[in-house]
């Protein structure tokens, strides 16, 4: 954070992008050693604000269908705060369901803007890459939230 108490977006960005090539593993959240989506946006957060504000319970990769609840939307709004889906910004954590009526099991972060629009996320059997943020995703999305204390505009003054 700086000494006014706010993010910039550029930096929730360099630090999502300092994960990219970071190997997919199940409930990591090491840079350069492995993590999976939860992990980054968990690691991501730690950078920017130090001590994490809750450590998730074990979870196994089917945890949202097996549990029906929303659980990571819930503890979204516990710490991060609500977005329109189609006003995200770079920064801003993305959300995604499957397939309608099940709950929203993979996070990733916005990476760039416009035609750019692109994320940053961990997908099992790989590793931390940006990707366009395509239609598919799009269709997908099911909520979007941004980190506190996040400065309005979108890149820090030179």
């Given at each position: 954070?700086?000494?006014r108490?706010?993010i ?8 999502a992008r300092?994960?990219i ?8 959240a ?7 989506c ?10 920017l604000y130090?001590?994490?504000?809750e450590?998730p319970?074990?979870y196994?990769p089917d945890?949202?269908?097996a549990a ?9 709004l ?9 006003a995200?910004?770079?920064g801003?954590?993305l959300?995604f369901?499957?397939?309608?009526h099940?709950p929203?099991k ?19 059997g ?6 366009a943020?395509s ?12 980190f ?8 820090a003054?030179?």
């Amino acid at each position: 954070m700086t000494a006014r108490g706010t993010i910039m977006r550029e930096r929730i960005v360099m630090e999502a992008r300092r994960w990219i090539g970071t190997p997919y593993i199940h409930q990591a959240a090491l840079p350069g050693v492995g993590c999976d989506c939860l992990g980054l946006v968990r690691g991501v957060w730690g950078a920017l604000y130090g001590a994490l504000p809750e450590t998730p319970p074990p979870y196994s990769p089917d945890w949202a269908e097996a549990a029906g609840a929303e659980s990571l939307r819930d503890a979204a709004l516990r710490h991060l705060v609500p977005v329109a889906t189609d006003a995200v910004r770079p920064g801003d954590v993305l959300l995604f369901r499957w397939r309608a009526h099940v709950p929203a099991k993979h996070v990733a972060i916005v990476a760039g803007e416009g035609a750019a629009l692109s994320m940053i996320h961990a997908h099992d059997g790989g590793s931390v890459c940006e990707v366009a943020l395509s239609a598919w995703w799009k269709r997908h999305l099911a909520y979007a939230f941004s980190f506190p204390g996040v400065a309005e505009n979108c890149v820090a003054d030179d």
